[in-house]
């Protein structure tokens, strides 16, 4: 039933042995080791586990790990550089203490920095449409869209 | 030393002494007191009280760096930063150089919950008085140890040096003990004007860590040898489980570890979390349940909880309630149950080895979690050790202490690997205890001059805390073992009437509260009964200055004798002054102190109506607020700001719904808050004032945003909304 499947993440490959039903979220965080997806809901309603598929913000709850072998996975992690130094979204939220709990802050960085791919320069507009599938319990909304602002005059 | 200011000191001194109530430090031998600086206090903080060893609270590392222990755990709040700017700040220290210990049965002092808005004021402030008598104590002995006076010695980055240049750290000061002196007033301070961290906007080094993916997060803990467990909840609060089939699961997956069945109680441990989540899921599907009709589906819970058997308690009594005769103005108010609603729910890790059980809990509790589950399994408080780290933020008591028992069961059924219990999105939103419902009937009347004549309010809510606080029945597994425990009630109103006595000069007054105990579990949510009464009374304070034909900021300040309150108001009216009202738009204020004794806070709504539709839609959210001393600027702002967007959502979007067996509000289409099309735009401005004590805020901005956005949306197209959330079918038309 398991099956050895090899997977780009960070920029690295990695051979796994699991269940090739398994979401991908589970095998980032427990055969991978990585903190940044978030288990929130499973049901694609609540932006904690993003993670970027070939660039682009995508929920790892639910999607079957062997759907993703050709695509490049980066996580919160692999957005930090070979220096050691932030992304600049990363650095606009530690700027901005766009944070209360954090347990969102993997969502929030994560379609950020997707939407800032995709919009060099969004107004409020478009960085709320953005933004729309993360959810905050702890109503930190309002510094996230002035950290997507300050990360968006850096890049 | 400079002889005008020591002169300033005393006479300082001899003026407060003829204050009668305060206490005065005065040290010759510390070099602080050149500066006259005073402690205006003559108690100790609580915590501190209780807990008096400088040991206690901090301690000298073999580096020289200090480690402060606090019993609060962080929610989100910042209190790990906070903690440690006020002790880097007495001790002279940068902050890098203090760490912090959070909630540690084995390690820090007890101090019950991190709740209420109280950190800042009891645990902050026991680590300043603490780490200023550290100062005191380590310049003394070092005095002794270089042969020098105190003030001839300089304390800085944990150095103390002589103008020889003899230099000693902290750590040679004490040969590697620790200040085992207990703290006694009086108590030389730094001066507040000496300050380089306290009251800055020293930023949280968690958010670094957390925006790097790095362990922050219990759900991000990791143990050798760490076994993944799932439960499975009955079908409702009275189900009864009628089939399992073991053998049956064993069979559909495989790497089931342990599958424990106590009573209604069901868990399954896999060394995979992927084959428990499967074990889960097929048991979900399988298990057999009788599950019995016994929630009031389908009525009004406004009207239920009215006709539920019911304590009344007299809370608040002040001149004469007129019966009969004369005009009174009557308004009933309504909020549902509300739930806490952490993004991530809870999560918990349990280790039983050798007798001891280990827990790592986001509990805001550990003590009285640990009190709880020791009488609860049957061991010696000896034996079990509660570590807090920190979860997913909420404000309140949410499933953290049920899934921490979960994991205890779990782990003394499969000993010697830590045990990971993950609830599930539907299991956190069904078995959470929720923010109870309250039902708020007020009166008043208005004399000639438009003024409040009196006030009555009657209350009825179920109970506002049902934290384990030691006892074993709170813990929902208690109710599903084999021989199980049924809740008892705490009896604690203190919840209930939080904030229900308003904080204006009325000279007839009378609340009543009417405790019931309603159909859905509950507990602690920020704020507690603050939100509902704060919502009901400045709801009320509108539709009364109305009547009065008052504007509502005016009718506020002509209610109010406390200058700080009236501060707030007029500084929230100065920021609204440039303000322009289109059709259909509206602004809304509204004030409370929290508690009556905390932070004061003035909020104002902007929204916009489309009457048609019923949507509301918010445009900008002011707080002006005034939290005595400030510790950390930013944290404070982001607080208030989180405050203000968490009450919003509660007000405009949130109500547990439920049909005859349970919750049915299971996830986030069926329970919405709100997202990033809902937000405005916050602004956030706070009047410190250095001097006075510090106040809790946490909680301030609860119960004033959401009558600011009832009388927003009042004022934009005239419909009142008595009875919460705002939905559109209450402001369409």
Aim: glycine share 8%; net charge positive; charged share 20%.
């Amino acid at each position: 039933m398991e099956k050895t499947l090899t997977l780009q993440v960070n920029g690295k490959k990695h051979t796994v042995t699991v269940d090739p039903a398994t979401p991908l979220l589970y095998v980032l965080r427990n055969q991978l080791q990585l903190n940044g997806p978030k288990y929130g809901c499973a049901l694609h309603q609540c932006g904690s586990c993003m993670v970027l598929l070939n660039g682009k913000a995508n929920p790892s709850c639910q999607i079957p790990v062997d759907a993703v072998t050709t695509l490049s996975i980066t996580t919160l992690e692999g957005l930090i550089r070979p220096d050691g130094s932030l992304h600049p979204v990363q650095q606009a939220f530690v700027d901005q203490q766009a944070a209360q709990c954090g347990y969102c802050l993997n969502g929030m960085v994560i379609s950020a920095v997707s939407l800032l791919q995709e919009t060099k320069k969004p107004d409020d507009t478009a960085i709320r449409e953005g933004m729309q599938r993360v959810l905050c319990r702890c109503g930190s909304q309002a510094r996230v869209m002035r950290a997507i602002k300050q990360a968006a005059q850096h890049s | 030393m400079k002889k005008s200011s020591l002169a300033g000191a005393v006479s300082r001194r001899k003026f407060l002494k003829g204050a009668g109530c305060l206490t005065v430090a005065f040290s010759m031998t510390d070099t602080w007191a050149a500066v006259g600086e005073v402690v205006a206090n003559d108690r100790l903080p609580d915590s501190l009280r209780r807990h008096p060893r400088v040991s206690a609270w901090l301690e000298v590392l073999a580096d020289g760096r200090v480690r402060v222990f606090t019993g609060k755990t962080e929610l989100g709040q910042g209190i790990r930063t906070a903690i440690a700017q006020v002790a880097a700040e007495e001790l002279d220290l940068p902050m890098e150089r203090v760490e912090l210990v959070l909630a540690d049965t084995g390690r820090t002092p007890d101090e019950r919950y991190t709740a209420g808005s109280a950190s800042i004021e009891s645990s902050a402030m026991s680590v300043r008085y603490a780490a200023a008598a550290a100062r005191q104590l380590l310049l003394e002995r070092a005095a002794q140890k270089l042969g020098r006076p105190v003030a001839q010695l300089q304390l800085e980055n944990g150095v103390v040096s002589t103008a020889g240049g003899k230099k000693l750290t902290l750590a040679d000061i004490l040969d590697g003990k620790q200040i085992e002196d207990e703290v006694r007033l009086p108590i030389t301070l730094k001066p507040k004007h000496t300050y380089r961290l306290v009251r800055k906007e020293v930023p949280r080094s968690d958010i670094g860590r957390m925006v790097r993916g790095e362990q922050v997060h219990i759900h991000d803990l990791r143990l050798p040898g760490m076994v993944h467990a799932r439960v499975i909840r009955p079908g409702s609060y009275q189900a009864r489980l009628k089939k399992l089939d073991e053998a049956a699961l064993r069979q559909a997956v495989p790497g089931i570890l342990k599958t424990v069945v106590d009573g209604n109680f069901i868990g399954v441990i896999a060394a995979d979390e992927y084959a428990a989540i499967k074990g889960q899921t097929y048991l979900y599907q399988h298990a057999e349940w009788s599950v019995p009709d016994t929630l009031p589906a389908g009525k009004s819970l406004a009207y239920h909880i009215k006709e539920l058997p019911a304590k009344t308690e007299r809370v608040a009594e002040k001149g004469i309630i007129p019966s009969g005769s004369g005009a009174v103005i009557k308004a009933s108010y309504f909020k549902p149950y509300l739930m806490h609603g952490s993004i991530g729910p809870s999560c918990a890790i349990a280790l039983f080895e050798g007798g001891n059980l280990q827990i790592w809990t986001h509990s805001q509790g550990v003590f009285p979690l640990r009190d709880a589950l020791q009488k609860w399994l049957k061991l010696s408080a000896e034996q079990v050790h509660v570590t807090a780290v920190p979860g997913s933020g909420c404000y309140g008591h949410n499933g953290a202490d049920d899934v921490a028992a979960d994991a205890a069961l779990l782990a003394m059924a499969y000993p010697g690997k830590p045990v990971r219990l993950q609830w599930s999105r539907e299991e956190e939103h069904a078995w959470e205890p929720y923010g109870s419902a309250m039902l708020m009937e007020l009166e008043a009347g208005l004399d000639n001059a438009g003024k409040i004549s009196h006030w009555k309010l009657d209350l009825w809510s179920d109970t506002h805390s049902n934290r384990p606080g030691g006892d074993p029945s709170k813990l929902l597994p208690a109710w599903h073992r084999k021989e199980p425990l049924t809740l008892k009630t705490s009896g604690f109103s203190g919840g209930t009437a939080r904030n229900s006595e308003p904080y204006y000069t009325i000279p007839n007054l009378q609340i009543d509260t009417h405790s019931i105990a309603g159909p859905l579990r509950v507990s602690a949510l920020r704020s507690l009964g603050a939100y509902g009464n704060v919502f009901a009374i400045e709801s009320f304070m509108d539709e009364l200055a109305e009547k009065a034909e008052k504007d509502p900021m005016a009718f506020r300040l002509m209610h109010l004798s406390d200058q700080r309150a009236i501060t707030v108001l007029t500084k929230l009216q100065e920021l609204l002054a440039a303000q322009k009202v289109s059709s259909g738009e509206g602004i809304g204020i509204s004030f409370a102190r929290y508690k009556n004794t905390s932070a004061y806070c003035a909020v104002a709504a902007k929204v916009a109506v489309n009457a048609k539709e019923g949507s509301v839609q918010m445009q900008q959210l002011w707080a002006v607020v005034d939290a005595g001393e400030v510790i950390n600027l930013d944290g404070l702002k982001n607080q208030i700001e989180g405050g203000m967007i968490q009450s919003a959502s509660w007000t405009l979007k949130e109500e547990v719904q439920f049909d005859a067996r349970h919750v049915t509000s299971r996830d986030w289409v069926s329970y919405p808050i709100v997202r990033f099309s809902d937000v405005p735009a916050v602004a956030v401005t706070v009047v410190d004032r250095p001097t006075e004590p510090p106040l809790g805020a946490g909680e301030a901005a609860q119960g004033p945003t959401a009558a600011a956005i009832v009388n927003a949306v009042y004022r934009a197209c005239g419909k009142r909304v008595r009875h919460l959330p705002v939905r559109p079918d209450k402001v369409a038309g």
